[in-house]
């Protein structure tokens, strides 16, 4: 079945799926923008919305966000040669379009909670082979580790922050974050190595402070997620 195959597709394979679509969907833009672009729409409407989400912590402001950057996108387009349109790398593009509203709207703010969705980050290692724990109990688990990633994500300088967010939540290749952040890709390197690090030293600092009782409970919960910030 299609779908079981997509499941179990490689990421790189998925990823060059979703490039070669792009392209695709970029020359269907040049040609009919009109047409073309609730396609875009569809298909890039909820991965703004998550890349806003994790920066801004905030639903509301995300999702207009996420709304104003196809505004955006849609009028820059619209004022494009044809040319230009179908050469355009629509996911750094439009990613680099939402982190620079994000970032303007969050000097605008004094207070934001934490983003609450942090599945890519979780995903590698932390359903454990044989753990005997019941279903609930490791969405609880879960939810509470992606709590805490949350809450030290928010803790990043902005600008390592976005690379991070960019690079291991969105998913874009360190030449596609470079692209959408404006930095060179060794800087993207750099920033990201440094936000992966400090976010497991958060975690690993919290896990110290948490009284002798608890402290066990909490490492096997947290320990997952530690192997998957490298």
């Known amino acids: 079945m299609a779908g079981t195959a997509a499941a179990t597709d490689p990421p790189s394979t998925v990823l060059k799926r979703s490039m070669d679509t792009d392209v695709a969907l970029a020359k269907r833009l040049a040609r009919d923008l009109d047409a073309a672009f609730p396609v875009l ?6 991965r703004l919305y998550t890349i806003a989400l994790r920066l801004l912590g905030d639903r509301r402001d995300a999702e207009e966000v ?3 950057a196809l505004v955006r996108a849609f009028r820059a387009m619209r004022g494009y040669q044809r040319e230009r349109v179908a050469a355009l790398r629509l996911r750094p593009w439009l990613a680099s379009i939402a982190v620079n509203l994000a970032r303007n709207r969050r000097r605008r703010a004094d207070d934001r909670q934490p983003p609450n969705q942090l599945e890519p980050m979780l ?11 019941s279903a609930p109990e490791r969405r609880a688990d ?11 994500l928010l803790l990043l300088a902005p600008s390592v922050r976005a690379a991070v967010v960019l690079r291991h939540v969105d998913g874009l290749s360190v ?9 060179p890709e060794g800087t993207i390197k750099a920033q990201v190595h440094r936000g992966l690090r400090e976010l497991r030293a958060t975690l690993e600092t919290a896990a110290l402070r948490q009284p002798p009782t608890t402290a066990p409970a909490r490492a096997a919960r947290l320990l997952p997620a530690l192997e998957a910030i490298r």
């Open 175 to 183: 030449t596609e974050t470079a692209e959408a952040l404006g930095r």
């Open 41 to 46: 729409v569809e298909a890039h409407r909820d």
């Open 66 to 68: 996420a709304q104003d």
């Open 123 to 133: 995903d590698a290692g932390f359903d454990l082979p044989g753990d005997a724990r």
């Open 142 to 152: 879960r939810r509470e580790t992606q709590r805490e990633l949350a809450e030290a």
